[in-house]
């Protein structure tokens, strides 16, 4: 199949990941549907990576949290994407989670409901048409609970565990899942943070990371700096009686 | 250089200010700002309004203090996106924010060229209309700001106006070499020229002296490229000994007629030396800086008289190749001297210039004289006459120096370029801009004046 014929859906196409992920991806001569919330926004970047690599790309309202509109949303399309990347998330604000539940509830949909919805979605239309690629953006923080962002990370833990089920289910139908972990990426969600330069992804390398494993290398699960594997699995085999007195 | 010290400080509904420590490339002066970055031009126009002492900072290349905001500094880098590009006609659109260095990766390739660039291409393209950059193309092609066909300025009360010659012409005249003052640039619109090749066709000349450099600029001013460096070391007959640089873009026919075989349009090779950390301020004495213009002057020699074949980057942006190169001069920082001294006096004055830098033994890394003609901004550096740039490491004797310089700027009719400067006083800066007042007036009645300063301004009392 010729890439130039390709195309590309890229869900949360307002975020810095997003933006950079939608870019590799018409600098390989992909067409992208750029779909966001806020349409203006995504339209910016989409005129932007038009213009830099002369690929059609077009944008379209979705709101992950509207979960009824999910397959009108669908059905809207130009047409039915060859690679689906999801990078729609929100950190939220962990201590404000803890004591407002209408915050915690957006947290927790925003992460894991919507993104897995849609994707559900997707992954039927594509069993349908018999191709297809998954990509879902999760974090590190869904390994393991953590006091600072226990309600963001669960929310990732769902949807790693979702994304996990959905390709051993999809594995026999040549349909390919892909989770990502970015580990900490320079992004606005991280805006003022400190965060260890060699722990820390550029959101082009977070891009460029996401195209190669999704369409050359086929992995399933990948963290983009190597070293956020190894700092996991030290983490997770921490024993609890332990790793609950910690300050992590 | 922008150091976080604290958290959130002022409480605008979503958009956190941080206390930082700013200086510009020259790492002097250091003022406290808060710092301010705005993701979307929407945030912008929302949050601008109310507030006062505000300017915009791009990638901080301005060497001294025109990019600290008084109270608050506006970081446009994340205004980065190319709006629209037309890759016929060359016409492009892009935010105000977006890197040169990365503007110039996307259309190299495709076989265009803009149409002035500055001495480094770590600039945003809002940085080079608010300085109104020129090139070593001035003497032919003038500066940045002659080149933009409109752009999009955010007022201080929010409201955003289109400039362009038909337009608000007198606010797009403003901003052009503007510093920052007459609002936020959001965009902005100019055409790429088109290229055969990313190579120029270089011709190098040795100047024995001053008077020979001046000539050389002059036999050569029609060429597009040119440019001569001096060693301002050198003292009595050799005084002003240059190597000109005078360059067009090369053809495909001189690429092949080269024999190479290469990419037409060669990526800039990433540098490979970077200075990591400050070096002590002893590093560059008289000795080693000697050694170094010595070398570079033979073996720039050596390669003069026949053209030759050299890359984009190299060619017009040297000292990019080596990262962080501002940090050679230690932690106490440097100045960069650049005045502009009308044609007439140029080499009277340029001459009495370079024996007093000589005499003082300020090693200057770098002493760079090109051509200029008028510019286009009401506070636009460039005028008819010749430009002359010198690095200086901060010491003791070094503001003495430069005030006098200054007296015979002034005395020539000339003036110092705002984007390198750091110290100048109220007098020369107004000797230097008679069209200040003209300034000031547009400030009143756009509502900028009080609200969109930085340190600079009101140094300069730039109401």
Redesign the interface.
């Known amino acids: 199949m010729q890439p130039a014929h390709k195309t590309l859906l890229l869900a949360g196409g307002t975020s810095d990941i997003g933006r950079e992920t939608a870019l590799c991806y018409a600098r390989a001569g992909w067409r992208v549907l750029l779909a966001a919330r806020d349409v203006?926004?995504a339209r910016?970047?989409a005129?932007?990576i038009a213009?830099?690599t002369?690929t059609q790309v077009s944008v379209h309202r979705l709101d992950v949290l509207e979960t009824d509109q999910l397959q009108a949303f669908l059905d809207a399309l130009p047409t039915l994407p060859d690679t689906v990347v999801c990078v729609i998330g929100e950190l939220g604000d962990q201590t404000l989670a803890q004591r407002d539940f209408s915050h915690a509830t957006r947290v927790l949909r925003t992460n894991f409901e919507g993104p897995s919805l849609l994707l559900s979605l997707l992954a039927e239309r594509f069993l349908a048409r018999g191709s297809g690629t998954i990509v879902g953006v999760s974090s590190v923080a869904g390994l393991r609970g953590r006091a600072s962002n226990y309600v963001y990370g669960a929310a990732k833990a769902g949807f790693t565990a979702f994304l996990s089920g959905l390709r051993n289910r999809l594995a026999p139908e040549a349909i390919h899942v892909l989770t990502v972990n970015p580990g900490f990426v320079r992004t606005?969600m991280t805006?003022?943070m400190k965060l260890p330069p060699i722990l820390t992804a550029e959101p082009s390398e977070v891009g460029g990371a996401i195209f190669a494993a999704a369409e050359k290398a086929k992995k399933d699960v990948i963290y983009v700096r190597k070293i956020w594997w190894l700092i996991m699995q030290v983490i997770r085999s921490i024993p609890e009686r332990v790793f609950k007195r910690l300050k992590l | 250089m922008i150091e976080a010290t604290d958290g959130r400080l002022a409480p605008v509904p979503g958009i956190a200010i941080r206390r930082a420590e700013f200086s510009g490339w020259g790492r002097y002066p250091r003022h406290q700002s808060g710092l301010v970055t705005l993701t979307a031009p929407a945030d912008l126009t929302r949050w601008i309004s109310g507030q006062t002492g505000v300017i915009a900072r791009g990638n901080g290349r301005a060497y001294g203090d025109a990019a600290v905001g008084e109270k608050v500094t506006l970081s446009t880098r994340s205004l980065n996106r190319i709006c629209a590009f037309d890759r016929q006609s060359g016409r492009i659109t892009v935010e105000a924010g977006l890197l040169l260095s990365e503007l110039m990766s996307v259309v190299v390739p495709l076989g265009f060229f803009p149409p002035v660039v500055p001495g480094t291409k770590f600039v945003t393209i809002g940085g080079m209309i608010a300085a109104d950059v020129h090139g070593k193309n001035h003497h032919r092609d003038g500066g940045f700001g002659d080149h933009v066909e409109g752009l999009t300025l955010a007022l201080p009360n929010g409201d955003v106006l289109s400039c362009a010659r038909d337009e608000n012409p007198e606010l797009l005249d403003a901003t052009i070499g503007g510093m920052g003052l007459t609002g936020t640039i959001l965009n902005a619109t100019f055409v790429l020229k088109p290229i055969e090749t990313g190579f120029l066709r270089q011709t190098t000349i040795v100047a024995p002296d001053l008077a020979a450099a001046i000539a050389a600029l002059s036999r050569t001013g029609d060429t597009t490229y040119t440019v001569a460096w001096i060693d301002c070391l050198a003292r009595g007959a050799s005084l002003g000994r240059s190597l000109i640089f005078a360059a067009e873009h090369a053809g495909r026919a001189d690429l092949a007629a080269s024999g190479s075989a290469g990419d037409a349009f060669p990526p800039p090779r990433p540098g490979r030396i970077s200075v990591p950390v400050d070096l002590p301020g002893w590093t560059l004495n008289r000795l080693s800086v000697s050694a170094f213009n010595e070398a570079y002057f033979r073996l720039g020699a050596a390669k003069a008289g026949t053209p030759r074949l050299v890359e984009w980057n190299p060619y017009f942006f040297p000292l990019d190749g080596v990262g962080g190169w501002n940090r050679i001069y230690g932690r106490r920082g440097f100045l960069q001297y650049q005045c502009v001294i009308p044609t007439a006096q140029a080499q009277a004055v340029l001459s009495e210039i370079l024996e007093r830098v000589s005499r003082h033994g300020s090693a200057s890394f770098l002493a760079v004289l090109k051509q200029l003609r008028a510019g286009r901004g009401l506070l636009s550096f460039p005028m008819e006459g010749l430009t002359l740039t010198l690095d200086l490491p901060m010491s003791a004797g070094v503001f003495m120096l430069l005030d006098a310089l200054d007296t015979l700027v002034v005395a020539s009719g000339g003036r110092l370029y705002l984007a390198k400067d750091a110290r100048q006083s109220r007098s020369t800066f107004e000797a230097g801009y008679p069209n200040l007042p003209r300034m000031r007036d547009l400030r009143r009645a756009t509502g900028a004046g009080g609200r969109v300063s930085s340190y600079q301004s009101a140094r300069l009392g730039i109401q």
């Open positions: 203006g926004e910016r970047n005129d932007d213009a830099r002369g606005r805006a003022g």
